[in-house]
C-alpha cells in the first residue's frame, strides 16, 4: 500500500486486534476512506474468544445493520436474544405491548462462529490490511505522541506509522501498557464457570437469568442449538465449589428456579471459568491513540454486555475520528470528541454494575423496578430497554418509571 504524499505514514489507522471491536473498526473506518492495519497476534483467521457471553444486546443491533451483518447471522444460525429473568418476585417477561411494535433484539452467537465471520469481513473490505501474526511489541513516539507501532511477525520486526493507534487489544491492553494509560480496577466479589449444552430447551426458547441475591445464573440459547449456562456465584462460596468443580457447578444449575435440564442434554465442552474478573475502565484516549471495546472498558460479564459495547465503540470512534484520520481534521479534537460520546453512553452502567459487582443484593431503588416489572408487562418492556443497554440509567430511573413502579406495587400490596 502506498504511503500519502504529504506525510510519511504506511497507514492513516493501525488498530491492534482483530477481534470484534477491532475488525468493526477496521470496516467502518476503511469505509468511510481510511486506510487501515489491523494487526492480530494470532496467526489463525478462525482464532475466537472462548470465555464470553456470546451475546450481542439490542444497543449493538445498529452496528450490525451498518455493518451489513445481520443477513449472515441469520443464516449462520443467531438466535434473536429475547430474555427473562428470574428474581424474588417472580419472573420478569418483556412481551410486546398487543397494538405495539416488536420489541427490540440482538443476537446470541457464538465467538467461534461470530469472530471468524467479522474478520473475514474486514479483509474483504477494500482499504484493510489483515496482518495476522503481527504482535505490537512498542509503539513509534515523538515529541510525547504516538505516531505508530512496531510489531513482531512471522517474518521479523516491523515498524508501522499511522496517524491514529487504536487498542482494541482486551482488558489486559498491550497498547494501553506501552502508551502509560492505566486502567482503574473495580473488585467483582462474584466468580464465574460456564459450558456448552447441546439440545438443551429452554421455556420459550428465550434467554434466562436468574437473579439470586447474591449469587447470578444464566442461560443464552446459541447457533447450532447450543446453549452457554454460566453460573456466577458469591466468591464466599468459592473454596467449597472448587473442591468439586464439575460436580457444584452442576448441582448449582439444577437447584435454579425453572432449572434448565442439563441432565437430558448433551456438554460439548469443559466447565472453564475465571475466579477473578474485575472491572476495568480507562481513559478512551491518549496523543496519537484511540481504546475501544475492553481495552477501554471492561463490563461485568453476568449482564453480557461486552460484545455490544465492543461494537457501539468502535461505531463511535470511526464516526469521530475517520475524517481527521485521513488527514481532513484535526485529529485531537476527533479524539475529544470520541471520548466525551464513549463517557456519556457508558459512564453510569459501569458504575451500576461495579457497584452490583460487590455481591450485594438488590438496593430500594432495585427492589422497587424489579419487583413491579415482574408485576407489570410495561414495566417489563421498560426493564427490557434498560437490559439491552438502549436506555441509560436516569432514563431507567426517570420521575415517571419510578412513579409507575410505585403504583404497580401499591395496587399489587392492595390486591394481596
Same mark, same amino acid.
Given at each position: ?64 445493520? $451498518? ?6 447471522? $441469520? ?13 424474588? %418476585?417472580? %419472573? ?49 513516539? $515523538? ?66 437469568? %436468574? ?46 428456579? $425453572? ?49 455490544? %459495547? ?107
Amino acid at each position: 500500500m502506498t504511503k500519502p504524499e504529504s506525510a510519511g505514514y504506511d497507514y492513516d489507522v493501525a488498530i491492534s486486534g482483530a477481534g470484534l471491536a477491532g475488525s468493526a473498526a477496521a470496516i467502518l473506518l476503511a469505509r468511510r476512506g481510511v486506510r487501515v492495519a489491523l494487526l492480530e497476534r494470532r496467526s489463525d483467521p478462525e482464532a475466537h474468544k472462548v470465555l464470553c457471553t456470546h451475546s450481542l444486546t439490542a444497543n449493538a443491533y445498529p452496528v450490525l445493520d $451498518e455493518l451489513g451483518l445481520i443477513p449472515a447471522l $441469520e443464516k449462520a444460525g443467531a438466535v434473536r436474544n429475547k430474555a427473562r429473568w428470574y428474581t424474588r %418476585w417472580g %419472573w420478569i417477561e418483556p412481551r410486546a405491548a398487543p397494538t405495539g411494535p416488536e420489541l427490540p433484539y440482538g443476537y446470541n452467537i457464538r465467538r467461534s462462529t461470530l469472530d471468524p465471520l467479522i474478520r473475514s469481513l474486514a479483509a474483504e473490505t477494500p482499504g484493510v490490511d489483515l496482518l495476522l501474526g503481527h504482535h505490537v511489541t512498542g509503539l513509534v513516539r $515523538e515529541a510525547g505522541r504516538t505516531l505508530g507501532v512496531r510489531a513482531s511477525t512471522p517474518q521479523g520486526e516491523r515498524e508501522i506509522r499511522a496517524r491514529l493507534v487504536v487498542g482494541a487489544d482486551g482488558k489486559d491492553s498491550d497498547v494501553a501498557k506501552l502508551a502509560g494509560v492505566p486502567a482503574r480496577l473495580f473488585e467483582n466479589e462474584r466468580f464465574g464457570y460456564l459450558a456448552h449444552f447441546r439440545d438443551l430447551p429452554l421455556r420459550d426458547g428465550v434467554s434466562h437469568a %436468574w437473579f439470586l441475591e447474591p449469587d447470578m445464573a444464566y442461560a443464552f440459547p446459541n447457533d447450532d442449538g447450543v446453549t452457554v449456562i454460566a453460573v456466577l456465584p458469591d466468591k464466599k462460596r468459592l473454596p467449597a465449589f472448587r473442591e468439586d468443580l464439575e460436580g457444584s457447578f452442576l448441582a448449582f444449575v439444577r437447584a435454579l428456579p $425453572e432449572a434448565p435440564p442439563i441432565d437430558s442434554a448433551e456438554r460439548i465442552t469443559k466447565i472453564i471459568g475465571t475466579v477473578n474478573y474485575p472491572l476495568h475502565s480507562r481513559k478512551p484516549t491518549a496523543p496519537g491513540v484511540a481504546f475501544i471495546g475492553d481495552a477501554a472498558l471492561t463490563g461485568d460479564p453476568l449482564w453480557g454486555v461486552g460484545c455490544g %459495547w465492543a461494537l457501539q465503540s468502535a461505531q463511535w470512534l470511526a464516526e469521530a475520528v475517520a475524517s481527521a484520520a485521513t488527514g481532513r481534521g484535526d485529529l485531537d479534537t476527533s479524539l475529544v470528541a470520541y471520548e466525551r460520546r464513549h463517557r456519556s453512553r457508558l459512564r453510569g452502567h459501569q458504575y451500576l454494575a461495579a457497584d452490583f459487582a460487590t455481591s450485594r443484593p438488590f438496593n430500594p431503588m432495585e427492589r422497587l423496578m424489579f419487583s413491579a416489572a415482574a408485576r407489570d408487562e410495561s414495566m417489563a418492556r421498560h426493564m427490557h430497554l434498560f437490559g439491552s443497554r438502549l436506555i441509560g440509567p436516569l432514563r431507567f430511573l426517570n420521575p415517571l418509571a419510578l412513579a409507575k413502579a410505585s403504583v404497580v406495587n401499591i395496587k399489587h400490596r392492595g390486591a394481596a
